[in-house]
T-cell receptor, first 116, second 115 residues
Framework: AQSVSQHNHHVILSEAASLELGCNYSYGGTVNLFWYVQYPGQHLQLLLKYFSGDPLVKGIKGFEAEFIKSKFSFNLRKPSVQWSDTAEYFCAVNAPSTSGTYKYIFGTGTRLKVLA | DGGITQSPKYLFRKEGQNVTLSCEQNLNHDAMYWYRQDPGQGLRLIYYSQIVNDFQKGDIAEGYSVSREKKESFPLTVTSAQKNPTAFYLC??????????????FGPGTRLTVL
């Protein structure tokens, strides 16, 4: 079965530090990859997504992610975090299920706390 | 103002009672989803629906039921058979489930507590 692993459950950084959140998935076929963010008290919202083409994708608020097919990874990065980046981040894969429909599979999430 | 609404925001239920969570969308999306979010477990799919009057079980459907009588509405009933119902429930929608590139849009969630 497909799965998504996020290795860091809690991350604490100081403002201006660089961020990298790991995401690995287990599916050998073509996948579509997403990062969602849930700010405190707000809806889960899309940060960025990869479907095809340039494996380095840029999202909102200065975030980017790199798809490395050989490593089954889609790590999220930001060069310099801000206090407002404090949130929970979810990696997700959209891949075909046994019934043929596409299903989202979410990772367990990473809680990021940025200290001012 | 387009989006997904869920009500209520907080819900308390006595053990043994059924309870229904509301989800409405005005995005004209065909597909709708219900997820359960527990700390450290991410989002797990309960049920999803591709079109009106059709729905399929997700990964953790036991103890839950849904209906899809209207395109914009996808209510979730948490029955007394659900052994551990206290959780945060998220509703989402997308254009369709067959599209590999479809983005899901999420509602604000309902926090259910069973007393």
């Amino acid at each position: 079965a497909q799965s998504v692993s996020q290795h860091n459950h809690h991350v604490i950084l100081s403002e201006a530090a660089s961020l990298e959140l790991g995401c690995n998935y287990s599916y050998g076929g073509t996948v579509n990859l997403f990062w969602y963010v849930q700010y405190p008290g707000q809806h889960l919202q899309l940060l960025l997504k990869y479907f095809s083409g340039d494996p380095l994708v840029k999202g909102i608020k200065g975030f980017e992610a790199e798809f490395i097919k050989s490593k089954f990874s889609f790590n999220l990065r930001k060069p310099s975090v801000q206090w407002s980046d404090t949130a929970e981040y979810f990696c997700a894969v959209n891949a075909p299920s046994t019934s043929g429909t596409y299903k989202y599979i979410f990772g367990t999430g990473t809680r990021l706390k940025v200290l001012a | 103002d387009g989006g997904i609404t869920q009500s209520p925001k907080y819900l308390f239920r006595k053990e043994g009672q059924n309870v229904t969570l509301s989800c409405e969308q005005n995005l004209n999306h065909d597909a709708m989803y219900w997820y359960r979010q527990d700390p450290g477990q991410g989002l797990r799919l309960i049920y999803y629906s591709q079109i009106v009057n059709d729905f399929q079980k997700g990964d953790i459907a036991e103890g839950y039921s849904v209906s899809r009588e209207k395109k914009e509405s996808f209510p979730l009933t948490v029955t007394s058979a659900q052994k551990n119902p206290t959780a945060f429930y998220l509703c989402a929608s997308s254009w369709r489930t067959s599209g590999t590139t479809d983005t899901q849009y999420f509602g604000p969630g309902t926090r259910l507590t069973v007393l």
